[in-house]
């Protein structure tokens, strides 16, 4: 069984306690995207953003 990837705006350095979990990296970055867009003015469309929070995945 895989373990769930886990995704924390705090692990970006964000003041924020948003904390999402998925099956896999690309669930979870569907799962976070709305969160960044509107939390976060982050455009999850951008390679640079997509980048940084898979880094902070766990």
Do not use: Y
């Not at 924390?8 to 350095?13: I, P, S, T």
């Not at 569907?30 to 880094?55: C, D, F, L, S, W």
């Amino acid at each position: 069984m895989q373990e769930q990837k886990t995704f924390r705006c705090k692990d970006l350095g964000l003041a924020c306690e948003f904390e999402e979990k998925a099956e896999d990296e690309n669930e979870l970055m569907k799962r976070i995207e709305g969160h960044i867009q509107t939390a976060h003015q982050m455009n999850p469309e951008q390679p640079e953003v997509q980048e940084k929070v898979r880094k902070a995945m766990k």
